[in-house]
């Protein structure tokens, strides 16, 4: 340890004529502010459910299907058209998710943001790509979950397997609600 060093007659004679005529300060009151706890923030159907973890069941009630086969689904009051034109890849993909080599948890939970961000930025024409399964499994287990996830969710109108250019069996267009600004 090091000492204080030594302050000499001089400096401390310099150091009283420099003070000569200060007169030391009274300690202030503090005041501490007090502020109102801020309000809670109003979160949004959409943001609330993006905090959540998915709300998905895995109990399938679809009959499987095969690497090979072609899968679609519509809800009620979507035109033929419609359904037409994503079969042919008639419409812009906005936004793709690729799912391959994730397990079906891993899955399950970027489905759920990814919808969640599409609905947000109100995307609305969307590309999962699931794969055909691996090896020579009969019954792709992510193709077969998707087929079941994406019919439990409200905001999903339609989905179809893609056209040749984007993949065909072993990718899904799937069709949004289109909530931005709601």
Request: hydrophobic letters at 35%.
């Amino acid at each position: 340890m090091s000492k204080k060093p030594e302050i000499s007659e001089e400096d401390q004679s310099l150091f009283r004529q420099a003070m000569r005529g200060v007169k030391r300060l009274s300690q202030p009151t503090k005041i501490t502010p007090t502020m109102e706890p801020p309000k809670p923030r109003v979160r949004s159907k959409i943001e609330q459910a993006e905090m959540a973890p998915a709300p998905l069941s895995d109990y399938e009630k679809q009959e499987a299907v095969s690497s090979e086969d072609l899968i679609e689904f519509n809800r009620p009051g979507i035109q033929h058209k419609i359904l037409r034109k994503m079969r042919l890849g008639q419409y812009n993909v906005d936004a793709i998710l690729d799912l391959h080599g994730m397990h079906a948890d891993e899955a399950k939970e970027s489905l759920h943001h990814f919808l969640l961000q599409c609905l947000q930025k109100g995307v609305t024409h969307v590309l999962v790509i699931h794969g055909k399964g691996r090896g020579n499994t009969s019954k792709p287990i992510l193709k077969n979950k998707l087929n079941n996830w994406l019919r439990q969710l409200e905001y999903v109108l339609a989905f179809c397997s893609a056209a040749a250019k984007d993949g065909r069996s072993g990718a899904l267009y799937v069709l949004l609600k289109n909530q931005k600004g709601r």
